[in-house]
């Protein structure tokens, strides 16, 4: 007789034992963040073991492990450590990592059905719809980010245009009129990409100038409409941004909500980060008009630091958004009873049907610390940028190159006409593992970005960034420097300002 084949442990003792182990040496190590560097590049050793045949044999589950603390776990982005300003990416939180094991051991496909998971996806699009000042019935669907939900907003979008589903059957070219789409010059790429993967083109996006704050220009917005509708073209989505890519600015979101319901054109927010604003009862005023858009993109795995990914769209209209995604299977049919039972299912609203259950991380963080002490952590990265802003504007050598919005620093090098001392000091700080701030291009020059949103990062860690920039610029100007008496360095990686 053959013996029967699975893949669950044959000693579940021991696989309990190497399991726990493996938990205590992942909590250890985001406890200890502030011990190592911000980020090492991975060794030519870890390269290797990267570049090997497919194995036919299994290994203990030990060796695995033992691999991952060796060539893995050293080598990573960096963007949990305190220190990580260069993107805009969310730290996590020790919460995050034990809800995606959770998730990962009941292994729900989230594509439909009735089962609780959707239950719980359906649960945080009612309070995002509170959170944000949507109707209670909205429509809302996790993806891997906002890019996704900033494309899905794209297709909704443009069938709502058309008012019915001859697009989804016939394609573009049966229907009359180019649709074009408007957003911001400071409007994140993926925007455009998206009018690509429609099958609009990206030259049919109108990128409208932005004014000294970077918010896209009213007047510009009006005239542009006015004279592609004047040529014959059809106006159908404005794209406004809450926390622009490069400096976090937030468009007039307000007026661009008047000029989209006054054009019958769909609104779409972009505010990939910069929505989640509206949890702060202090920062909920600079993204007013966020309660008006026809759709929103947004992240959990930014500014609510859940584990990636999480991204989310959040529709007004349930009906516009099943209606450009919606389509029957026999394999997808509805049952009155039994685990086909129900109406929706996330299916409808999005392309996947296989889905991951990411909506028990995102419960698990907002019932764990609840939307207050989320709230104070996304003001308190405000007010580091803010401290950090201050400090630039102190500075002989450093000039703010933007104002700050929201959390987004950017600033340069006095007399770097070039930036290439910019550059110099980027590099310098990854390599050392001090800081990981990143570079952007700002009327054409390039600009150091300092994007400040872990929850980890406190004011001893803006002071020592600007310490560390000190250092880096005297080292690119080659200059003599001894930072001794102002800084006491912590272990590798970490530098607190001494006693003294």
Known sequence: MTKPVDLDPDDWDAFRAESHRALDLMIDYLRGLRERPVWVPPSDE??????????????????????????????????????????????????????????????????????????????????????????????????TGASMANFLSLLVARDQAYGDKDVRLNGLCAREGQLIAYASREAHNCVRQAMELAGLGARHLRL????????????????????????????FLIVGTAGTVDTGAVDPLDRLADVAHSEDMWFHVDGAFGALAALSPALKPLVKGLERADSIAFDFHKWLHVPYDAGFFLVRDKDAHRRAFAANAAYLSRAPRGLAAGDTWPCDLGPDLSRGFRALKAWMTIETFGTKKLSECIEQCCRMAKRLEGWIAKSDAFVMRAPVALNIVCFGVKEDDDGSLAREIVMELHERGEAAPSLTILDGVPAIRAAIINHRTHEEDIDAFTIFLDAALRRARKEPHDFGALVEPHGPGKTRLSED
Request: hydrophobic letters at 45%.
């Open 46 to 143: 870890a390269k290797a073991r990267f570049d090997r045949d497919l194995p036919r044999e299994g290994r203990e589950l030990s060796a695995v492990l033992a691999d991952f603390d060796r060539y893995i776990k050293p080598f990573a982005t960096g963007n949990i450590h305190p220190m990580f300003m260069g993107w805009v990416q969310g730290a996590g939180t020790p919460v995050g990592m034990i809800a995606e094991m959770l998730a990962a051991g009941m292994n729900s496909n989230c594509g439909g059905r009735n089962h609780i998971a959707i239950d719980v996806e359906r649960q945080i699009a009612k309070w995002m719809a509170q959170a944000f000042g949507f109707p209670q019935d909205a429509s809302g669907i996790f993806v």
């Open 208 to 235: 409208i100038p932005s004014d000294g704050n970077r918010r896209m220009k009213i007047s510009a917005l009006r005239h542009a409409i006015s004279a592609d509708r004047a040529a014959g073209f059809r106006p």
